[in-house]
């Protein structure tokens, strides 16, 4: 049977994982590659993203490494550069960094403010930006962006800066889906939910909180009883980047085991 991606070279911002472990970028970079895409594993941290482009390559898969903030938009062309220089286009991007900024409406500082929207939001648009002139000249590619449920509905958690910088990924979403659809170019948006990944996992450690504790009053509220994980994000990530999904663009879709669908 075909690999489902044979073929593609796919850009992975934030292909890396803070821990052991399978992050949603980490899953997705290695799904990919399984699936036999050539892969562009983008991180902040250098060894995060080599370590993601071993695991790839000890699994048979062709992956190379990059180090980029994706809020800087140098750093953002230079790795545009070496995917194009390495293997002349680009069909997938895919973009996963996200980083959660804690505090209400009140609370959130300035500073903590401009930070979520710099990497959530200038960040995301910034690697599309780079990214869509190499799709329009090859005549189309698929972009997959990372957002969440708390983009369109309060978890319970007073993360305003996140959610309103998640928010901004949506729409910027729908508007590159308009406006590059006549150029072959689908642009879809994952909202995630509840996952049980290194980050999150970190998080709540770093609160000195208790893992199952929290776990727990989650999977309370979750349909199917239980945290996600990243392999559940990349599944989805997977279908739109194959031809799979060549009709669907636009769209903003839940992975969530039906939490979404909760009001209490
Ligand atoms: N884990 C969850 O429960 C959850 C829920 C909703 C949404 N999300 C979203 O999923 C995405 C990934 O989450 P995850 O928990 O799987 O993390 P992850 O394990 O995929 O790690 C994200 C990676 O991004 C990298 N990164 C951070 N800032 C960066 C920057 N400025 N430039 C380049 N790389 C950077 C980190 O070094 C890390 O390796 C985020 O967008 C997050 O908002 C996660």
């Given at each position: 049977?075909?690999?489902?991606?044979?073929?593609?070279?796919?850009?992975?911002?934030?292909?890396?994982?803070?821990?052991?472990?399978?992050?949603?970028?980490?899953?997705?970079?290695?799904?990919?590659?399984?699936?036999?895409?050539?892969?562009?594993?983008?991180?902040?941290?250098?060894?995060?993203?080599?370590?993601?482009?071993?695991?790839?390559?000890?699994?048979?898969?062709?992956?190379?490494?990059?180090?980029?903030?994706?809020?800087?938009?140098?750093?953002v062309d230079a790795v545009v550069a070496k995917?194009?220089?390495?293997?002349?286009?680009?069909?997938?991007?895919?973009?996963?960094?996200?980083?959660?900024?804690?505090?209400?409406?009140?609370?959130?500082?300035?500073?903590?403010?401009?930070?979520?929207?710099?990497?959530?939001?200038?960040?995301?648009?910034?690697?599309?930006?780079?990214?869509?002139?190499?799709?329009?000249?090859?005549?189309?590619?698929?972009?997959?962006?990372?957002?969440?449920?708390?983009?369109?509905?309060?978890?319970?958690?007073?993360?305003?800066?996140?959610?309103?910088?998640?928010?901004?990924?949506?729409?910027?979403?729908?508007?590159?889906?308009?406006?590059?659809?006549?150029?072959?170019?689908?642009?879809?948006?994952?909202?995630?939910?509840?996952?049980?990944?290194?980050?999150?996992?970190?998080?709540?450690?770093?609160?000195?909180?208790?893992?199952?504790?929290?776990?727990?009053?989650?999977?309370?509220?979750?349909?199917?009883?239980?945290?996600?994980?990243?392999?559940?994000?990349?599944?989805?990530?997977?279908?739109?980047?194959?031809?799979?999904?060549?009709?669907?663009?636009?769209?903003?879709?839940?992975?969530?085991?039906?939490?979404?669908?909760?009001?209490?």
């Amino acid at each position: 049977m075909a690999r489902r991606l044979e073929g593609k070279i796919a850009l992975v911002m934030g292909a890396g994982s803070i821990g052991p472990g399978w992050g949603n970028g980490k899953a997705t970079a290695a799904l990919f590659a399984r699936e036999g895409a050539k892969v562009v594993a983008v991180d902040r941290d250098p060894a995060a993203a080599a370590e993601t482009a071993r695991v790839i390559r000890e699994e048979g898969g062709e992956c190379i490494d990059a180090v980029a903030d994706i809020s800087v938009a140098a750093d953002v062309d230079a790795v545009v550069a070496k995917a194009i220089d390495t293997w002349g286009r680009i069909d997938v991007l895919h973009n996963n960094v996200g980083i959660v900024g804690l505090g209400n409406a009140l609370k959130v500082t300035e500073a903590a403010w401009e930070k979520s929207f710099a990497v959530n939001s200038r960040g995301l648009m910034l690697s599309c930006q780079k990214v869509i002139p190499h799709m329009v000249a090859q005549g189309g590619g698929s972009i997959i962006n990372i957002s969440t449920i708390a983009s369109v509905r309060y978890l319970g958690f007073s993360y305003a800066a996140y959610d309103a910088s998640k928010a901004a990924v949506n729409a910027l979403t729908r508007s590159i889906a308009v406006d590059f659809g006549p150029k072959g170019i689908r642009a879809n948006t994952i909202l995630i939910g509840m996952m049980d990944t290194p980050l999150a996992r970190g998080g709540i450690e770093a609160a000195g909180r208790d893992i199952d504790a929290i776990y727990g009053t989650y999977t309370d509220k979750i349909p199917l009883r239980r945290m996600g994980t990243g392999w559940e994000t990349a599944n989805l990530a997977l279908f739109l980047a194959s031809d799979e999904s060549s009709y669907i663009t636009a769209a903003e879709i839940p992975v969530d085991g039906g939490l979404i669908a909760r009001c209490l």
